[in-house]
């Protein structure tokens, strides 16, 4: 058996199974010298990078599950490499059927257009070959990587469906080089119904002014915010044009621009004038549907990164005391036998813990939410140094906020491990910072989890994870594991 040459990675969710496989196994290439590796998940960047780990190819590819690929696809992508050896990533269009539904053919004619794809419309559409590409032409729908690119880039779990532009921006970062080649493309059916396209067009919109995504975005463009100051002209327009027909003007200067270009695009079509009646409307529910994503997108962000998300949640712990009891309730499942309740403060978890906290028990804590409060601390320690205890003294541990508190979290983790007993669980509950920038919140946080990340750092310091999730919504996540 040769050696193989391309990994073909497929990400699908738990409830389908990919379409894609047929054109896959009738590849005009070798079969010895490529896999087909399907990961199942609902997390697509989770599924990719599960794949990248198992793949045996010298060059990875990844292709959704529902497209249909040619005969020639990895024959192409191979000459590509030969040709353009200084490339480290090539993709290219996901052209629409011939054969799609009525209103999926519009949609894809329409996002093939300026008017409908703009900066983004060669995803759609076969462009020009570009040595020098990147996320406004290139998506994951249909790429191939070199191996050692995964060396130093992997998926973003915590973006979806933004995840494309920081893969591909954090590649160019890199010093990488992508190409978009035209003539590798795949064939990928576009939404059904108008109600299936406002609702994709809206998520593209909602991702797009992220605060992980505008600054990790290499490249944004005005483009991405006209359909936002569109939808809000239209909100406006009633009040406006009430007393000054002035401002209808602009209203009569889009339907003119959006009927024109369907017009030019039904004299271009050559074999389904019919569906392009539909274009005029179709170009109407991808402005107004990610003009609204956008415009939710920033409220999002703004409210992710300021006082209104604290407020917030002063609120609902205020008013809903049974709120703050599930942090507690989580952690109370593992306190059986001897523990440690590290961070305490002013209240421990269960009865039976022994409290650590930096505050002197009697004392008022001086920082975040402990401020001002009577810690119950029965050793004054940090909890990365817990030198009076020795080696496997511990049922249980505990920490609920405390491990954002570290520099060095890793290292936390391996000392609790070390006084925790073969066999002994440990839970922890920190904010979840999809949804709360904790270190702007709390200066004394120096870093911040996701459910992602927190369950990469339990895995890389030898513990067995029992559970985790969301312990308060929109809050806070937990973790529960072992020691094995």
């Known amino acids: 058996m040769g050696k193989i040459k391309f990994s073909v990675i497929i990400a699908v969710s738990p409830e389908r199974e990919p379409e894609v496989i047929e054109s896959l196994r009738n590849q005009d290439y070798p079969e010895e010298k490529y896999e087909i590796i399907v990961k199942k998940g609902p997390n697509t960047s ?235 409307f179709v170009f109407l529910i991808i402005h107004i549907s990610y003009g609204l994503g956008f415009i939710c997108g920033v409220i999002n962000s703004i409210k992710r990164n300021n006082l209104l998300r604290k407020i917030e949640l002063h609120l609902k712990l205020l008013l809903f005391p049974s709120v703050r009891e599930r942090e507690k309730n989580i952690l109370r499942k593992i306190a059986v036998g001897k523990g440690l309740d590290i961070g305490c403060g002013s209240e421990k978890v269960s009865p039976n813990c022994i409290g650590i906290d930096i505050t002197p028990k009697g004392e008022k804590g001086k920082f975040g939410s402990q401020k001002n409060r009577i810690s119950v601390a029965d050793y004054t320690l940090s909890g990365d140094n817990l030198y009076i205890f020795k080696d496997n003294s511990f049922d249980f541990i505990v920490a609920k906020h405390n491990l954002e508190h570290y520099l060095n979290p890793e290292k936390t983790l391996l000392e609790w491990k070390r006084v925790l007993k073969k066999g002994g669980k440990i839970g922890v509950v920190v904010p979840d910072d999809r949804y709360v920038d904790s270190i702007k919140l709390d200066p004394t946080h120096k870093v911040s989890f996701t459910l992602e990340k927190l369950e990469e750092l339990f895995k890389n310091t030898g513990f067995k994870i029992l559970e985790s999730g969301i312990a308060i919504k929109h809050w806070s996540i937990y973790l529960i594991a072992e020691k094995p």
């Open 46 to 280: 989770k599924n990719r990078n599960s794949g990248i780990k198992e793949a045996k190819g010298e060059i990875i590819a990844f292709v959704d599950d529902d497209a249909v690929v040619e005969k020639d696809w990895l024959k192409k992508a191979d000459e590509f490499f030969e040709k353009y050896p200084e490339i480290d990533v090539v993709g290219g269009p996901q052209l629409t059927p011939p054969d799609d539904t009525p209103f999926g053919y519009a949609s894809g004619v329409a996002l093939a257009s300026i008017i409908g794809g703009a900066c983004i419309r060669n995803r759609y559409k076969k462009g020009n070959l570009n040595l020098n590409s990147d996320e406004r032409e290139l998506t994951t729908a249909n790429v191939f990587c070199k191996r050692e690119v995964f060396n130093k880039v992997l998926f973003n779990p915590d973006f979806w469906p933004g995840e494309d532009p920081l893969f591909f921006n954090e590649l160019i970062k890199m010093g990488f080089k992508i190409a978009y080649y035209p003539e590798l493309y795949i064939y990928h059916r576009r939404r059904k119904n108008p109600v299936q396209l406002f609702k994709q067009i809206f998520r593209y919109g909602y991702v797009r002014p992220r605060i992980g995504s505008i600054k990790k975005t290499k490249r944004t463009s005005f483009l991405f915010i006209i359909p936002s100051v569109f939808f809000i002209y239209l909100l406006l327009l009633p009040l406006l044009s009430k007393n000054n027909i002035f401002f209808l003007f602009p209203l009569f200067f889009y339907l003119y621009i959006i009927f024109t270009t369907s017009f030019i695009l039904w004299l271009k079509e050559k074999n389904r004038k019919k569906e392009l009646i539909l274009l005029p």
